[in-house]
């Protein structure tokens, strides 16, 4: 049975969808924006949020370092939006603090070595892989020598560098999300049917779904798919500057993703055919024979 024990519950076959915010950089580098998009994560039902840390020395390439940029702070090289919008020891010792207060998970995508050590401190439940970082397999390895459980996405990926990465890693303790990294993502190139190939080709994996589509519908498509896990970027508002931002759900629109979720796992019961008490009075009065 394709199942993985994260912090206190199972992500994978028969267990409910385990429903991931990303809050990414959606915060802008505020801590109050933060708060703001963790409480409602919490409030919408979601099991965790997640974060993005990055060591901008080791992870911007050098010839994008000095590009300018207009920003919420004024015009800056890329190099210091980067520091920008990374959250320092404190300021994840107060989303600690917070998600513990709000009953809700919190982990991270890590994008270098250094960033794995750094957020070892805090004792996540699991990490995630960014689609980026696939084919990174000193920083796969890493990530997954900590012990905790590690969710990859495969997003501009072809399906031999999955099976690298895989196949590097080992099955255990592996949850794979099928992504198109596109942002945001045209409908028809969601391919959701990839949810399919990867439960056949990895059938002792959790299968999972990222999404960077707009609207919902699409991700509760996925769910019905069999997807047991899903990720979908959040945000306070997506108007709001950032690069992520158009690609996120509201908040309001993240409870009814939850929501739906939920009715969704309910609807799709367990393939027995049977008789229910609310159809034996239909049953009796309209048969003719």
């Known amino acids: 049975m394709a199942e993985v024990k994260i912090g206190n519950g199972m992500v994978g076959d028969g267990h409910p969808v385990y429903v991931i915010a990303e809050i990414g950089i959606n915060h802008n580098g505020s801590l109050e924006v933060a708060r703001k998009l963790i409480e409602g994560a919490a409030q919408a039902g979601c099991d965790a949020v997640k974060f993005q840390k990055r060591t901008p020395e080791l992870c911007v390439p050098m010839d994008q370092r000095q590009i300018e940029r207009d920003t919420p702070w004024g015009r800056m090289t890329y190099m210091d939006y980067r520091y920008k919008v990374e959250f320092g020891f404190d300021d994840y010792s ?59 996405s495969t997003g501009m990926s072809t399906m031999e560098e999955v099976d690298a990465a895989v196949n590097e890693l080992g099955r255990e303790n592996l949850l794979i999300a099928h992504t198109n990294s596109t942002y945001p993502c045209p409908v028809e190139e969601l391919n959701l049917r990839m949810i399919h190939t990867l439960q056949q080709r990895y059938p002792d994996n959790p299968i999972g779904y990222s999404g960077h589509e707009v609207g919902l519908a699409t991700t509760w498509a996925a769910v019905a798919l069999g997807a047991t896990f899903v990720e979908r970027h959040v945000t306070l508002d997506r108007a709001m500057w950032g690069s992520d931002q158009a690609a996120s759900v509201e908040i309001s629109g993240m409870s009814r993703l939850v929501s739906n979720i939920r009715d969704i796992e309910k609807a799709l019961g367990d393939g027995v055919k049977r008789v229910y008490d609310g159809e034996a009075a239909a049953r009796k009065k309209l048969r003719r024979v």
């Open 94 to 152: 107060e989303i600690d603090a917070y998600c513990r207060q709000m009953g809700i998970a919190w982990f991270a995508s890590c994008w270098d070595e250094e960033a794995v050590d750094f957020m070892e401190q805090f004792n996540p439940p699991c990490y995630k892989a960014a689609s980026a970082s696939l084919t990174d397999l000193a920083l796969l390895k890493k990530t997954k020598a900590t012990g905790r459980p590690l969710m990859i």
